[in-house]
């Protein structure tokens, strides 16, 4: 039924006076069938008719315009509750079939056995039972506690003086896949067999290796007020930025120097002095260092895109996993629309970042202004703004000051850009840098522009592989999941990626270091609570260490992403063979690429291995995290996997920077001012080309954020840390060795 129109259909009562009720009521209106099969082909082939289309239907079936939207409406109304009716109905159906296979798996479990003792099992609910023992050992500690306070009245000192109590002793050789996975049924069991100690008593002295906590910056506690002066002092200082940043961008020699073997581009510090005077340049301290590149590239993704992740601080900590560890707007000084004259204005703190324990992270607040230069063409400038109230270098080694720095974005044809970064930074380091990274720092590798448009690009072919709705078949390896599964299982590997990253240099938490067994290299330990959603609530304790291996970073990139070398160093398959069920490339290098894994463990069948390998010209990872089987098809079947719980592990290859030291010849005069190259070379007898490599654990000690931890567990990442070093070194001096 549709409604006539409503001027014919009220003129005529109205005029003759009558106030009967059915002349004010609207005439209704039943269309022919000649007109309904019309409407009706129509609607097939354009549901939402523009009203070109619905004047042209209006004249051939003699009805008004308005009739005609009408009725579409009506009509994709009625689809609309005809699909809903039909889900439903097949909703129904499938919940049917749970229910059934339910109540089927409930009578199959009432008829286990115990595979130790042949009898019947318990009669109980497990998670009864667990509730039960949590329950008791509640009890338990409660009542130690009691008699370890009226001990130590007698006794006169604590009981942590006490000889301990012989704890049961677990190799970490034993423990499973599942001990270091997520989920409550994955706790770590060393935990039931050692004396527990409380955070606060977890000194050096107890535990043989230093100890401190790292605390969150006062800034994010306590909100900032800034006055109008102070924006517009922030304004003048991101501007004349900006205009720096330009020039730099379009200038070439003498104010940069081009290396004729990779083509990157230093700064000639001379020419740069002479150029932007500073006026206190000359009161410089003579320990400031100079970090000063610049390089080109093109990425997928058009300069609209870009200049969104650059604005929101979300978006560009997770383009940047591997470089920005913390990232947060404190304010936004100028929130200007796109091309508008005045841009986008913002004061941040950013944590920076190399993923290995022996660097610790860059602390900055800066001004970030994003501009539109010309039609298609945005610049991204970063410089630091000192706040006098706040500690600008909390728990730090070093002073960094940003100098004008960022990127120049230019629109290309068929949605690419060409990027042009610059990074420009003082950096006065506090403490020695360590001798392992100490030529992968000067040569400009760590934090240069280099490594910023390589890890720009890799994430922007990441994410035109993960917008990629077709899914080739012999690139998963046999198993074809949904577009949208794909899709899942993408978002699902980039959450392990960013958490990975994360936990090598988190923000908080209470840090150890401690040496290897034979005093090799030192481990570093950070305990810290886990409460948020698709992370294992409860205690974790990441562990982590950084080798030199004489080898190229592709061979060991290799080396680790295979899965017919992984049993030569993975401890907790023990040396069992691994298959690939499915491979999802995600970039044009075949090492980009995310595989799902099954280890022949007989006690861990539910068990798979979700894997992650990536590579560019910055380093390389090869992160791996334990995930059962229902948590896969989950994903596989396109559904939401943020709530996965994810606790990955995994190694960070990148070159050791001795060589492009030598090809820079010291760069003293360019980019890179106070440099010296490493002895590393010379302790091995030569030039080297060999590789740092960064092993990081990660395990649940307990499910309660409120629980202790033991000091078996910190023992037991020591011994898991130090048994997968001695695993590589051995299998790749082996594989040296025969070639």
Request: glycine residues 8%; charged residues 20%; hydrophobic residues 35%.
């Amino acid at each position: 039924m549709e409604y006539g129109g409503g001027a014919g259909g009220g003129s005529g009562g109205s005029g003759r006076g009558s106030h009967n009720d059915s002349d004010k009521k609207k005439r209704y209106h039943r269309h022919t069938a000649l007109q309904i099969q019309i409407l009706e082909s129509t609607f097939k082939e354009c549901p939402h008719p523009d009203e070109k289309t619905r004047m042209q239907l209006s004249r051939e079936l003699d009805l008004a315009p308005r009739q005609i939207k009408f009725w579409f409406q009506n009509r994709r109304t009625q689809m609309k509750a005809h699909h809903e009716r039909a889900d439903n109905c097949a909703l129904r159906v499938e919940n049917d079939k749970i229910r059934c296979e339910n109540i089927v798996i409930r009578e199959a479990l009432k008829n286990l056995v115990c595979p130790t003792c042949g009898g019947p099992p318990i009669g109980e609910d497990c998670y009864f039972d667990e509730q039960k023992l949590r329950f008791e050992n509640a009890q338990l500690k409660e009542e130690l506690d009691r008699v370890s306070s009226i001990a130590a009245k007698y006794i006169g000192r604590p009981m942590l003086q006490l000889p301990p109590v012989q704890p049961f002793h677990m190799s970490s050789l034993d423990l499973s896949m599942a001990s270091y996975g997520g989920g409550a049924s994955n706790r770590m069991p060393m935990m039931h067999g050692g004396p527990s100690l409380d955070l606060d008593l977890l000194t050096g002295s107890a535990l043989g290796a230093s100890s401190s906590t790292i605390n969150p910056d006062p800034m994010f506690q306590n909100p900032m007020h800034l006055s109008d002066m102070d924006k517009s002092l922030m304004a003048e200082i991101a501007t004349n930025a900006m205009a720096e940043l330009i020039r730099l961008v379009q200038s070439n020699e003498p104010l940069w120097i081009r290396d004729s073997k990779d083509g990157a581009e230093t700064l000639n510090l001379d020419s740069y002095k002479r150029v932007f005077p500073r006026p206190n340049d000359s009161l410089k301290n003579a320990n400031v260092r100079t970090e000063a590149s610049r390089v080109s590239g093109v990425v997928t993704m058009n300069s609209l895109q870009l200049v969104d992740m650059f604005v929101n601080m979300i978006k560009w900590s997770e383009m940047f996993p591997t470089i920005v560890s913390r990232a947060r707007t404190i304010e936004a000084i100028s929130s200007g629309l796109l091309g508008s004259e005045g841009g986008s204005l913002q004061l941040m703190y950013q944590e920076l970042q190399v993923l290995s324990p022996l660097v610790p992270t860059r602390h900055m607040y800066v001004l970030r202004l994003v501009q539109e230069i010309k039609q298609g063409s945005w610049a991204v400038v970063n410089v630091s703004y000192d706040l006098p109230h706040y500690n600008q270098y909390p728990q730090s080694r070093f002073k960094v000051h940003c100098l004008p720095s960022g990127c120049l974005i230019q629109d290309m044809p068929n949605g690419y850009s060409k990027v042009t970064w610059v990074e420009h930074m003082e950096v006065e380091e506090l403490n020695p840098i360590d001798r392992l990274y100490r030529d992968f720092i000067y040569s400009g590798l760590a934090f240069g522009a280099k490594r910023w448009l390589s890890c720009l690009q890799r994430a922007c072919e990441r994410s035109a592989s993960l917008m990629m709705t077709t899914a080739v078949s012999h690139d998963l390896g046999g198993v074809n999941p949904s577009p949208e599964g794909k899709r899942s299982m993408m978002n699902l590997a980039q959450r392990m990626v960013n958490n990975f990253c994360s936990s090598i240099n988190p923000s908080n938490g209470h840090q150890w270091t401690s040496l290897s067994g034979m005093n090799e290299f030192e481990v570093r330990a950070i305990l810290y609570k886990s409460t948020d959603p698709g992370h294992p609530h409860g205690l974790i304790l990441s562990a982590s260490t950084t080798i030199w291996l004489p080898i190229p970073p592709q061979s060991v990139f290799d080396f680790l992403r295979d899965g017919r070398t992984r049993p030569q160093w993975d401890v907790l398959s023990n040396q069992n063979p691994v298959q690939e069920v499915a491979n999802i490339a995600n970039g044009t290098h075949p090492g980009n690429c995310i595989a799902v894994l099954k280890a022949y463990t007989p006690s861990q069948n539910n068990m798979l291995i979700l894997q992650e390998s990536s590579t560019d010209a910055s380093g390389s990872l090869v992160v791996y995290c334990p995930v059962d089987l229902p948590a896969i098809n989950i994903a596989m079947n396109g559904e939401d996997p943020s709530y996965i719980p994810l606790l990955p592990s995994g190694f960070v290859i990148t070159t050791d920077g001795h060589q492009e030291i030598i090809s820079k010849g010291g760069v003293g005069s360019a980019s890179t001012s106070n440099t010296t190259t490493s002895d590393l070379a010379g302790d091995q007898g030569g030039p080297s080309s060999g590789s740092l490599v960064t092993v990081v654990f990660q395990i649940q000690t307990n499910s309660l954020p409120s629980a202790k931890i033991s000091q078996e567990s910190l023992t037991t990442v020591n011994n898991l840390i130090t048994n997968t070093v001695h695993q590589i070194k051995a299998s790749i001096n082996a594989t040296s060795t025969t070639t």
